[in-house]
């Protein structure tokens, strides 16, 4: 149940009730959001709050937009600017045209649900990475001087997929260099799967040890690159 509503120029605050404590959902012009629909998730972005409504850019997936009816009720994922999740409910009002854009108006979210398992959230890259071999023993001194170049496949607060020419070994332990844009994080990772293809080594990693510190990096990298992916479309 929402318990109040405050609009302000360019967004919306809807504060909600969430176990026995107060959240708040800050919807803003020019976010995010994906519309569900069976199995596919549709993407779309804010293109205007007013009169209570949400205004929104037809939903689209690889070049197919989506057809909404009045008065259906619609799920909807949202991305806020502070890398939290939330699921929520809109009943779409009607379609509109401005010039040559069409939109669709709904209403303001309701059932709203703050999604808690950010840490696995996974989003999928193509990038380079670097890492290290690690010893049995799980200490510094440990770790082989050998670095070796892998291409990140996905990424998530809890793990990673890779590509590599290396055959290693279910368990073995690697000390992973990430770099994406301004952020560094290195991060200790156990080998939990592995399938060959070709010349080529598939890995399933799951991170080892992490502390809160490294994982909120890791999970920050992980929305920039949904929201910079998002803005392809």
Known sequence: MEL?????????????LRGEGMAKLE?????RLDVIKGKWRYKSIV???KDNC???????????YLTL????????????NNS???NFNCKVIERGKDGNIIYYKLSLPYDIKKIQRRDFVRVKIFEFIE????????????YENTSYRAILLDLSGGGMKI??????????????????????????????????????????????????????KIIKVVFSIMRKQRELI
């Open 4 to 16: 109040e509503q405050k609009g302000y120029l360019k967004g919306y605050l809807i504060f909600f």
């Open 47 to 49: 293109q205007d709050i």
């Open 84 to 86: 939290n999740l939330f």
């Open 131 to 142: 890492y290290k071999k690690v010893g049995e023993i799980l200490e510094d001194k440990e």
């Open 163 to 216: 590509k590599s020419k290396e055959n290693l070994n279910i368990g073995e332990l690697l000390l992973i260099d990430i770099n994406y844009d301004d952020t560094a994080v290195k991060v200790k990772g156990n080998v939990v799967r592995g399938k060959k293809k070709e010349d080529s080594y598939f890995y399933g990693i799951s991170f080892l040890n992490i502390d809160s510190k490294t994982r909120e």
């Open 54 to 64: 949400l205004q929104i850019s037809v939903p689209v997936i690889k070049g197919r």
């Open 69 to 80: 009816q009045n008065k259906e009720d619609i799920k909807i994922i949202y991305y806020d």
């Open 27 to 31: 919807l803003k012009v020019n976010n």
